[in-house]
């Protein structure tokens, strides 16, 4: 089990050794990034998105969350950290492409089939039923068709993919440089049980990479 202690241990070897080894790497990096892609991936420890991958430091802009979700754009004074993210993405670094980054065993997906947190006050469960709210038409129809199985949450798991591309395009900064074919979507399903990757095509379908 890793602690902070751990934690720290690890740090002394990367010192020593990655870090020492791609010396130049991080000197390049110290004066600034330029990734290529944007990964917006859950926070689920199984799940990094630099391994998979198999990325270096300065490859990829990752924003992580409960069931990499996207919310819609919204234009209000409350705080938006994806929002935040994705902005800076956009129109500061200018990436080309946006990947979300679907999992098998969500926690965040498991928590909206089952409505374990609904009506729960904030810091009991509320700050996850309203983020995870973004999936109930989604789950509606999913649970009339499956019910809330194991077919169920696979589906529900892909629909993250989807609901959060869906809601990207709501972004005008986003939707313009897509229109203007500066910026490019993809989305892609990383199964935890047999270490898959599924890519979603242009018909919305998912199949192994």
Not at 2 to 17: E, K, M, N, P, V
Not at 129 to 135: C, K
Not at 147 to 156: D, I, Q, S
Request: with cysteine.
């Amino acid at each position: 089990m890793t602690d902070f202690t751990d934690l720290i241990d690890g740090y002394q070897r990367f010192r020593t050794s990655e870090y020492r080894r791609h010396r130049d790497r991080w000197s390049g990096l110290s004066e600034g990034q330029n990734p290529r892609v944007m990964v917006i991936a859950c926070s689920d420890s199984r799940v990094d998105p630099a391994q998979i991958f198999d990325t270096v430091p300065g490859e990829i802009f990752v924003v992580r969350n409960v069931a990499n979700l996207v919310p819609p754009f919204e234009d209000d004074a409350s705080r938006h950290g994806v929002s935040a993210a994705l902005e800076f993405a956009v129109n500061q670094l200018e990436v080309p492409e946006i990947l979300v980054l679907g999992h098998g065993a969500c926690g965040g997906v498991a928590a909206s089939l089952s409505q374990r947190f609904k009506g729960a006050p904030n810091g009991e469960g509320g700050f996850i039923a309203h983020w995870v709210d973004m999936l109930d038409p989604a789950r509606e129809q999913i649970v009339a068709k499956y019910g809330t199985g194991p077919e169920a949450v696979r589906a529900l798991e892909l629909e993250t993919v989807r609901v959060s591309l869906t809601n990207l395009t709501t972004f005008p900064f986003v939707s313009k440089r897509l229109a203007e074919g500066r910026l490019k979507l993809h989305g892609a399903y990383f199964a935890i049980a047999d270490g898959v990757l599924h890519v979603m095509g242009e018909d919305g379908e998912f199949a192994p990479a």
